[in-house]
């Protein structure tokens, strides 16, 4: 893998998931090349800060995303994460 890459970690899980929000840690890990600490981690932030929902199904987990909700980083604020997956992924419903 290259030594740094446009997109961050953040947004390489909710690529992810945007993708398969049925995927399990195991395999966003090996898709994003994190450990499953650093992907658990990375939920935590994006459930806290809105823009992923985590929702229990027997004994798997499933991810609803929050494509209305707004980049972060100043210069990208005025961005939804809607364009973010419309860029680089899919949603599916």
């Not at 395999?27 to 992907?39: H, L």
């Not at 981690?41 to 499933?62: C, Q």
């Not at 990208?76 to 364009?83: G, I, L, N, Q």
Request: aromatic share 6%; net charge negative.
């Amino acid at each position: 893998m290259a030594s740094w890459t446009f997109l961050s970690n953040h947004a390489h899980v909710l690529l992810c998931l945007a993708e398969n929000p049925d995927h399990k840690l195991h395999d966003i890990a090996e898709r994003v090349g994190i450990t499953e600490r650093g992907v658990q981690l990375i939920l935590a932030d994006l459930i806290d800060g809105g823009y992923v929902e985590r929702e229990r199904v027997g004994r798997r987990n499933h991810y609803t995303l929050h494509p209305e909700g707004r980049l972060r980083h100043p210069l990208e604020a005025h961005h939804r994460v809607a364009d973010l997956i419309a860029a680089f992924g899919r949603l599916e419903t």
